[in-house]
């Protein structure tokens, strides 16, 4: 695709519901990443795929989230039992990961709003 | 991962140059600075990527000295557009991931 595409772009849920934020990487990128960024705050890592490799899970805050990644293809992050402190704009990036390229492409963004 | 310093926020008027210095103390052989921007409501976009000495293009130039323990993104002639967050990454060695510091907002001013 021309870029990286996150759906839904706004979302709301109550309190204690599960939410899946999808990512659609830009085709042929082998790294995907996943942030959050609350409001009037900088982007907070939270888990990094690499092509096969095992996924580095370490900015997940909880075992509420989780996420998953189809092959080389769209990303799925979910949050159980969502809490309003999870409420911020969750970013998807996507590389192509080539010798010593650290350059990524930024979705929009998905706002999550728990109330 | 090296861990990236750099201002809080800088003020700066339409037309003037303007310089964001970053420290990485601990970065690596491998690491490669980069910096990315970020307008409200959206996300961070790449603007310059260099390893050592001076590299331009055009939109900024950055530069890094020998020890590489530093950089500095240089912004020539900003306009009231060029606000925004900017953030300097070190990274790109045995991995890509990217962490993200708590970036300099750079306010412009007519």
């Known amino acids: 695709g021309a870029g990286v595409s996150q759906s839904p772009s706004n979302k709301v849920t109550e309190k204690g519901k599960d939410v899946e934020l999808r990512c659609d990487p830009i085709?042929?990128?082998?790294?995907l990443y996943w942030y959050r960024q609350r409001l009037g705050q900088g982007l907070e890592f939270l888990i990094y795929f690499q092509g096969n490799s095992a996924p580095d899970k370490s900015g997940l805050p909880s075992d509420r989230f989780s996420a998953e990644r189809t092959g080389e293809s769209v990303s799925t992050l979910t949050i159980q039992r969502t809490q309003q402190e999870d409420s911020a704009v969750y970013l998807c990036?996507?590389?192509?990961?080539?010798?010593?390229?650290?350059?990524?492409?930024f979705g929009q963004g998905t706002r999550l709003t728990v109330v | 991962l090296a861990k990236t310093t750099q201002p809080i926020s800088m003020d700066s008027y339409e037309g003037q140059e303007v310089n964001i210095t970053c420290s990485h103390n601990n970065i690596a052989t491998n690491d490669y600075i980069t910096w990315y921007q970020q307008f409200p409501s959206q996300g961070p976009r790449f603007i310059i990527q260099g390893y050592k000495t001076k590299v331009t293009n055009e939109v900024a130039s950055l530069f890094i000295p020998a020890d590489r323990k530093s950089s500095t993104l240089s912004l020539p002639r900003v306009s009231l557009s060029d606000t925004a967050v900017y953030y300097c990454?070190?990274?790109?060695?045995?991995?890509?991931?990217?962490?993200f510091g708590t970036g300099t907002l750079l306010a412009v001013q007519p």
């Open positions: 085709s042929g990128h082998t790294a």
């Open positions: 990454l070190v990274g790109g060695g045995a991995t890509n991931k990217l962490i």
């Open positions: 990036a996507s590389s192509l990961v080539e010798h010593l390229n650290t350059e990524a492409f």
